[in-house]
């Protein structure tokens, strides 16, 4: 496992007095980006980041890359990130027989008086296309739903593990697949903005 993290410099774009009359101040704490490598035989691993406050703080996928040369490895390369805690961010795949991937991700930190709430979870399908999660109440018309990336166990067969999520309605995040055939697993997470 290797892994790398970078912290931008957001200081003069981001940590701004609000010259425009809506309070002043600093909307983003801290943004940290990085990868994650995971090797030949690996499903799993963590790389630590700077501590962030998890209520306030958003992961976002940023996608893979596979050194992969051969075809029906899609199992080994699709991936799924997780803020696991306030310092940890979690990688995992279904499968990992030869494929080495390197996952990206961005931890954004944003200021209290910008976040409502942030909620995560995953949703496994198994003999299906539609699956639900229930998360605590928000304001539809403030939230959005974020895909954190989804790992599956078919080598070829893209319809049974590449999903999508969608905010349903307040309490419920759906995951859909296009084919009910293997299992495959889908991390989200849901910003409700104030």
Do not use: C, W
Not at 25 to 51: F, K, Y
């Amino acid at each position: 496992m290797v892994s790398t993290l970078h912290t931008p410099d957001v200081g003069s774009r981001l940590n701004q007095e609000d010259t425009g009359g809506g309070g002043g101040g600093a909307i983003i704490a801290s943004i940290q980006e990085g990868t994650i490598i995971l090797g030949s035989g690996e499903t799993s691993d963590t790389v630590t980041i700077s501590s962030v406050d998890t209520g306030v703080s958003v992961l976002h996928y940023s996608g893979v890359t596979s050194d992969s040369a051969g075809s029906g490895e899609l199992d080994h390369t699709l991936s799924r990130v997780a803020l696991t805690n306030a310092t940890t961010v979690t990688v995992n795949r279904a499968v990992a027989l030869v494929a080495q991937v390197t996952v990206g991700f961005t931890v954004v930190e944003y200021d209290s008086s910008i976040i409502q709430s942030v909620q995560t979870g995953s949703i496994t399908l198994s003999g299906a296309t539609t699956g639900t999660d229930t998360i605590a109440a928000v304001d539809t018309a403030k939230s959005t739903v974020l895909f954190n990336g989804n790992e599956g166990t078919a080598a070829t067969e893209i319809g049974r593990i590449v999903m999508r999520v969608t905010l349903t309605n307040a309490t419920t995040v759906t995951a859909n697949k296009g084919q009910a055939n293997n299992s495959a697993t889908v991390n989200y997470t849901v910003i409700e903005y104030k």
